[in-house]
């Protein structure tokens, strides 16, 4: 690890003091970057993926380019259901889509399982490097069982997951199955991430807020029990939980072993904290639709949202889905910094 080492993210997840409030950026290796761009048109999704040099750089870019206070590795949830037998390819400004999507429970017991070492050891070499090179923190990742499923279920993106619901009501034995598959292949592929040197662990339950608390409770929460304890078992990370739309489940969340909850822009600090009791460090939420804004705007939301997270320990700022393709370097350079120098001042 780098002498100058930067650990503020990692402290403000651990609710310890810090001089600033840390922030990193959903989707901050992307298409927004000029850099990323010009990678892009020469390799596929998975290509750049697979290639730890150019993973590595497009890893590194928004560190130096933005001054954020972490690094999140460049893959995607998609990513450890290849070498399992999900025929998925990533298309530009589509997202995941699914050659052999599951239909049947027979589908659900063809699935192999996962094992890093030999399925995804460019991923592990990767981070091997990153940890060499970086001077904040690696943020790891996986999808969470539910949204893993609903891509893999849907074929692709949905706008109301009714197929996946619908597998979910209609074989519930399948539907149990298939989320015990994806909890040991998420289980299996953060502790890999950790042992190879990730700081921290992101898992990413996008799409989770289609369902309502009692499906929730049901149908997914039990997985993400077994998931968040088995890796607090295994290592002292820290662990985030983020999600879409999904308020409603905000606690039901903070009853599970996770360590950072994710917000997005629909629940305020200030809601997640006085109205629903959430003591977890919070992670968010800036509305990154706002970022096409005018400057003015951007500047007096992050203020407030820095300013309910100065009001407890344990804030983390973040936007609250990923950054777009329209947003400009320039503002969120500017965003950083504004973030950065309000927080040290109050
Ligand atoms: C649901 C989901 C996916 N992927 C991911 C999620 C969870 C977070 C979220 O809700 O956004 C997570 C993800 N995807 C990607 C990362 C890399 C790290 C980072 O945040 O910088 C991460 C953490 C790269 C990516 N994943 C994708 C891109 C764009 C790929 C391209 O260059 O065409 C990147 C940089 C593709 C992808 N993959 C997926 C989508 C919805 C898309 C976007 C479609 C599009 O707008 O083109 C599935």
């Not at 998925?88 to 429970?105: E, F, K, L, T």
Request: aromatic share 10%; glycine share 8%; net charge negative.
């Amino acid at each position: 690890m780098p002498k100058n080492f930067n650990d503020t993210f990692l402290r403000a997840c651990r609710q310890e003091a810090v001089d600033y409030t840390p922030v990193w950026y959903m989707r901050q290796a992307g298409r927004y970057q000029p850099e990323y761009r010009k990678i892009r048109e020469k390799y596929s999704f998975f290509e750049m993926n697979e290639i730890p040099e150019v993973c590595v750089e497009v890893t590194r870019l928004p560190v130096e380019q933005l001054g954020v206070d972490a690094a999140i590795l460049f893959a995607d949830i998609m990513t450890p259901l290849k070498p399992i037998g999900v025929d998925v390819d990533i298309r530009s400004g589509i997202g995941p889509v699914i050659g052999n999507p599951i239909r049947h429970w027979e589908d659900v017991y063809r699935l192999g399982e996962l094992d890093p070492e030999s399925h995804l050891p460019f991923i592990l070499d990767s981070i091997r490097m990153l940890e060499e090179q970086l001077t904040v923190p690696l943020i790891g990742f996986a999808g969470a069982p539910f949204t893993l499923a609903s891509y893999m279920i849907e074929g692709g993106p949905s706008k109301n997951y009714h197929q996946t619901k619908g597998f979910m009501y209609a074989q519930p034995k399948a539907w149990e199955a298939l989320m015990d598959k994806l909890a040991s292949l998420t289980v299996t592929y953060l502790k890999a991430q950790i042992a190879a040197g990730a700081k921290a662990v992101q898992i990413f339950d996008s799409w989770v807020g289609a369902l309502n608390r009692e499906d929730y409770h049901r149908y997914v929460a039990p997985v993400m029990h077994r998931i968040f304890a088995e890796i607090k078992e295994a290592s002292d990370v820290p662990t985030i939980y983020f999600g879409i739309g999904a308020g409603h489940l905000l606690t039901e969340w903070d009853r599970l072993p996770a360590d950072v909850l994710g917000l997005d822009w629909r629940t305020t600090i200030d809601t997640a904290r006085e109205e629903l009791g959430i003591q977890k460090p919070l992670q968010g939420n800036l509305d990154p639709s706002l970022l096409l804004g005018p400057w003015e705007m951007i500047e007096d939301k992050a203020r407030e949202i820095l300013d309910q997270g100065a009001k407890h320990s344990g804030h983390i700022f973040n936007l609250g889905h990923g950054t777009y393709p329209e947003v400009r370097v320039e503002t969120l350079q500017r965003l950083t910094a504004f973030i950065h120098d309000y927080s040290k001042q109050n």
